[in-house]
């Protein structure tokens, strides 16, 4: 019996506004970090971040949808006990990677303080792959409530470490910039051990007979689609914010404060809507995958649309908000900035308005695509739209006088691609009944073993 198990609705409502407020939080957390560290404080804030996200996405990325849809399914008996192991390990190793590759980074970049925010922030790596574990067990058992406390836990002790450290080591920019990256990492560290404490108090108790747990080959199954989904979009940064830098230094003396407006002010401010959406892209897996699962595709479907009807219903006037009120949220969050950062944020505001709508689609789409079985569309989706992002992005800084508002064009055709790319494969999903039809190939041998141990009993008829 699942006690705290939500409604689609309820859980979506719930996870959203976990989510929204987590990212409310960050956008006022912007405010007096941008007036403690500026243009360029903030430019090096945010170059450090495509690295950390990139092993993030590897360690932690795919969890939480990949085991919400195992444990939703009915088949996925252990799966989160087996992927503490496995993703504990990755993500020991990604933090390791971290560590040796700081160094390297920094010099790519041309940012010697690279180097110590990356080693103060690399242990976050390994704490954030266990939340995911966690939170991708609840979600699978229709619990939103840990994802939303421990994301606004999660962002409440970053803002309250990031402020204090940033603002006491001000005199230092490179010093100030890697003590508010350290504040992640001790709010991760702090959150980690909140849903570990969590779990261990409302996991489920083991069911009189003995089952199978779930072999880890199955978890990668769902989890690896994922995780080249979504490692695509912080390679693509990573890439962007090498190419976009080294190519605004040709035009402008200011590279590193242009990129840090567009990636860590104007897309902190149009990433708002699409918090809130998270929470439908998450609620929808519990819903379409049992559906799915049994062979019911244009039940699943029809879930899935309502989902993304939803999601572009809300989506829509908070993108129309944005347009017409970028100057005033310019100016109450960004009000540090100078007038002509502040004319630029503007206008990156309003030509971005749009990927809130997209992205937040992107978002959902994803997610229904993985619960129908089709996680490797997706995929494909993602490094698609990834590779189109960066060369339309060097093109546009490069032969055009648009400068950063180029990345900001590249992104939105690249978020409208992603989209009409997810809606072709959701329709082409066969309608017809069955399974045995999904990207993964997920063998049916592990539920026929499953459902003969149980009525078998243990030892045999």
Wanted: hydrophobic fraction near 45%; charge should be positive; charged fraction near 15%.
């Amino acid at each position: 019996m699942l006690s705290q198990k939500q409604s689609f609705i309820k859980g979506a409502v719930i996870i959203s506004l976990g989510g929204f407020i987590s990212k409310v939080l960050g956008a006022v957390y912007r405010i007096p970090l941008t007036n403690i560290l500026g243009g360029e404080g903030m430019g090096i804030y945010q170059m450090v971040y495509p690295l950390y996200c990139i092993l993030l996405t590897v360690s932690a990325s795919g969890i939480p949808t990949g085991i919400a849809r195992l444990v939703s399914s009915g088949r996925g008996f252990g799966a989160e006990k087996q992927a503490f192991y496995l993703y504990g390990t990755v993500g020991i190793i990604g933090t390791f990677l971290m560590y040796m590759l700081s160094s390297a980074l920094a010099g790519i970049q041309g940012e010697p303080a690279i180097t110590l925010c990356c080693k103060l922030l690399c242990p976050s790596v390994f704490c954030v792959s266990m939340l995911s574990v966690v939170r991708g067990y609840f979600q699978g058992r229709g619990n939103m409530y840990p994802t939303a406390i421990t994301e606004i836990s999660e962002q409440v002790i970053k803002v309250a470490f990031g402020v204090a450290l940033s603002y006491y080591f001000r005199e230092n920019l490179a010093l100030a910039v890697a003590s508010t990256l350290f504040s992640v990492t001790v709010s991760e560290v702090l959150s980690t051990v909140f849903a570990a404490v969590w779990y261990l108090r409302k996991k489920s108790k083991s069911p009189l007979y003995m089952q199978p747990n779930v072999p880890v080959s199955s978890i990668l199954k769902y989890t690896v689609p994922l995780t080249l989904t979504a490692i695509a979009l912080p390679l693509s940064q990573l890439a962007e914010s090498i190419i976009a830098v080294r190519l605004l230094r040709q035009i402008s003396g200011d590279a590193t404060a242009l990129y840090g407006i567009y990636s860590g002010c104007a897309v902190t401010i149009i990433n708002l809507p699409v918090s809130v959406t998270y929470g439908l892209a998450a609620a929808s897996v519990p819903q379409i995958s049992p559906l799915a699962e049994k062979g019911d595709i244009a039940g699943a479907k029809k879930k899935a649309f309502k989902s993304l009807m939803i999601t572009f219903l809300v989506s829509f006037p908070a993108a129309a908000v944005l347009f017409a009120f970028a100057p005033l949220a310019t100016k109450i969050i960004f009000g540090s900035l100078q007038t002509a950062e502040k004319e630029l944020l503007i206008k990156l505001i309003r030509i971005m308005a749009v990927s809130s709508v997209t992205l937040s689609l992107v978002q959902t789409s994803s997610a229904c695509l993985t619960s129908l079985g089709r996680p490797v569309r997706s995929t494909v989706t993602q490094w698609v739209t990834a590779i189109l992002r960066v060369a339309l992005t060097a093109a546009l800084i490069k032969f055009t006088p648009l400068s950063i508002n180029g990345a900001a064009w590249s992104a939105n055709c690249a978020y409208l691609v992603a989209t009409l790319m997810n809606f072709w494969y959701i329709i082409r999903v066969n309608n017809g009944k069955g399974k045995g039809k999904t990207d993964e190939n997920y063998s049916d041998r592990f539920g026929h073993y499953g459902r003969r141990f149980k009525l078998e009993g243990k030892g045999g008829a």
